[in-house]
């Protein structure tokens, strides 16, 4: 079954944050082949960004992208009422973009902590607070998807601070489904395990057959799996999911502690 066969997104207009590369380039593709507009935004990949423009609108879709560091709320309101002049208005998002650096603890600095928070936490909650006003001004019934973390539940060596930022964004998921439901709009989460990419065997040494060894489904998780989530997330198939957190890890933490 294709994607579109299970649900879709014509007419609707989605915003991807980070969609020009690795999961926000895939999530992009992902809601353009089940027939949504897609604008994706970007912080230093601009060429990245125009070249997914380009290969979204060859799917037959309206695309654009637009410029945003979103861990300064004025540029999340400009751009938040930009994207709406552009596409008339926003029926998705899907706060996708973030900062994942290894750190040991005795080593963050307080830059190093307070980036972490700019990005992986303020930005998303303040984009969000900025398109949700976008939906309630236009009496949109959206959805806002937020890209979470096994390790905001779970303990992590040397991304301790990304880990606590990802916490927040969990209850930041929960608080906003609650104050936002009233308004007709969903919140929502997913959190991914390992996501196969190129290079990630360098990272780690065995990294692979130990995490394919712990995980029931025997593997690393796959960028278009995250797309998938999010779709469903976003969709009318999920009209009754608010303030939840889907793990797509192929059950990773269901492994046995002592086996």
């Known amino acids: 079954m294709s994607r579109k066969e299970f649900v879709t997104f014509e007419g609707k207009n989605v915003v991807v944050t980070g969609g020009a590369k690795g999961i926000g380039a895939s999530i992009a593709t992902g809601f353009a082949e089940v027939g949504a507009n897609v604008c994706i935004t970007y912080l230093t990949n601009e060429a990245k960004a125009h070249d997914k423009v380009a290969e979204l609108k060859a799917m037959g879709v309206d695309a654009d992208a637009f410029k945003l560091d979103h861990s300064d709320p004025k540029q999340c309101e400009a751009v938040s009422k930009a994207i709406v002049k552009r596409f008339g208005r926003i029926d998705s998002l899907v706060n996708n973009a973030g900062t994942y650096p290894w750190c040991a603890l005795m080593e963050i600095t307080e830059k190093v902590w307070d980036d972490m928070f700019d990005t ?24 806002i998807v937020c890209i979470s973390s096994l390790s905001a539940t779970n303990p992590t060596p040397f991304i301790m601070h990304y880990g606590m930022a990802k916490a927040a964004i969990d209850m930041m998921i929960r608080c906003m489904a609650v104050e936002l439901g009233p308004h007709g709009i969903r919140v929502n989460g997913v959190a991914p395990g390992v996501i196969d990419a190129p290079g990630i065997d360098d990272g780690v040494p065995e990294w692979r057959a130990r995490y394919s060894s712990r995980a029931p489904v025997g593997r690393f998780g796959k960028p278009e799996e995250i797309a998938d989530a999010c779709i469903y997330l976003a969709s009318s198939r999920a009209s009754n999911i608010t303030g939840d957190i889907i793990q797509d890890s192929g059950g990773v933490l269901l492994a046995p502690a002592f086996l």
């Open 120 to 143: 992986n936490t303020k930005g998303v909650f303040f984009f969000s607070q900025q398109v949700a006003k976008r939906m309630i001004e236009a009496g949109t019934h959206g959805s």
